[in-house]
């Protein structure tokens, strides 16, 4: 096995171009290399203009997404020695604008994580003197799945539907939703709702279920969407019959 | 804010056969393209009764004009359609039903095997209708 492998990265500089180039890198091929790590050694030995984000290298950060040979991936968790022998595409995350390089504005994505108020609701909180609020395992396991997301945006970037309405609020962002829905601490389901309900919440979902193959963390982004499809059916019938009852 | 102004952002523009780039892509726009046979086979059905109800040459010229090849080759085409609409959304089911029996979540397995299983009793019971009946 040849011990270098080429990266042809994508180049975007605002300043002097309209539209990304490639640029070939050559970087060792260690077996125990990441593409990140071939970004890094770039970085530091090649071409220090080359802008991308990344942080904990270990997969639990989100930061590092980005196309590598064509799929959504975190370039932290792809290793070099799986596209032998290159080579090795790495592209900014699609269905996002590009800033420069390999660097996306993710602005939309925070918007719409704020909007689905990931973080327990509750009407009241109780004193801290009566203690923690008790769950059983049954009642985590209902919601622990969601839980697992990083925001790494690799579901945005393999959905289509975000790509040709990027109204659509996405599926990480109702993964998020689902993960305090179902958690019996909060009580903010219907401050979620409204949201969620919307022709741009769980409905703009025509169910691709790319997002489910791309995350990284195992969270079926796609299954929540759809169990929350569900739920707002279900929850449409109940106000159409008994249009007085509780929320 | 001041400053210098923000460098123009790229975003890369969504061509028109994107759909064929993947192989799921294309799998969705199949199945999207279903609810155009799903249709098609709702207005086959309305024809159908509507000819029965105007009595028996109309039901004649029905059928005769249900033999033509092209009719054939069109319901053809869309029972394969319904067939990727239908096996799409039974697969989906244990993923939007998350069914809780006596505390133990009910597999997604058991979940799609009901819908198959109900799908064919009815279909037996259609049939026994048709041919018995």
Not at chain 2, 43 to 54: K, P
């Amino acid at each position: 096995m040849t011990d270098r492998i080429t990266l042809q990265v994508a180049r975007y500089r605002p300043e002097q171009e309209t539209e990304p180039t490639w640029q070939a890198y050559e970087v060792p091929l260690r077996k125990e290399w990441t593409v990140l790590d071939g970004l890094n050694h770039i970085k530091d030995h090649i071409d220090g203009t080359l802008s991308y984000r990344w942080s904990c290298r270990m997969g639990i950060c989100g930061s590092c997404g980005m196309t590598v040979n064509g799929e959504p991936r975190l370039t932290c968790s792809a290793f070099l020695t799986d596209s032998a022998p290159g080579p090795v595409r790495v592209e900014p995350l699609a269905n996002f604008p590009v800033i420069r390089d390999l660097v996306v504005e993710i602005g939309d994505f925070m918007n719409k994580l704020t909007e689905v108020k990931p973080w327990i609701i509750r009407d009241e909180h109780k004193p801290l003197d009566e203690g923690e609020y008790l769950q059983t395992p049954d009642e985590m396991d209902e919601y622990k799945q969601y839980s697992m997301c990083i925001n790494c945006m690799l579901c945005y970037s393999a959905c289509p539907v975000y790509a040709l309405d990027p109204g659509f609020v996405g599926p990480a962002a109702v993964a998020l939703a689902q993960r305090y829905n179902l958690d019996p601490r909060d009580e903010g389901a219907a401050d979620r709702r409204d949201v969620l309900s919307s022709a741009e919440g769980v409905w703009a979902c025509t169910l691709v279920g790319e997002c489910t193959t791309a995350c990284p963390k195992g969270v079926d982004p796609a299954g929540a969407i759809q169990r929350y499809k569900l739920t707002a059916a279900t929850q449409s019938l109940k106000d159409l019959l008994w249009p007085r009852g509780a929320r | 804010m001041s400053g210098t102004p923000r460098p123009a952002l790229y975003r890369k523009p969504v061509p028109t056969f994107w759909w064929l780039g993947r192989r799921a892509y294309l799998v969705f726009v199949l199945r999207e393209l279903s609810s155009v046979f799903v249709a098609w086979f709702v207005v086959f059905l309305l024809l159908m009764v509507g000819a029965i109800a105007d009595g028996k040459g109309a039901y004649e010229r029905f059928q005769d004009w249900s033999d033509n090849w092209w009719m054939i080759l069109l319901n053809t085409i869309a029972l394969l359609f319904v067939l990727l609409h239908t096996l799409t959304w039974f697969n989906l089911a244990p993923r939007a039903l998350v069914v809780r029996l006596r505390g133990r979540r009910v597999r997604p397995r058991s979940i799609v095997a009901l819908h198959y299983l109900l799908w064919a009793l009815l279909t037996a019971a259609t049939a026994w209708l048709i041919l018995e009946g």
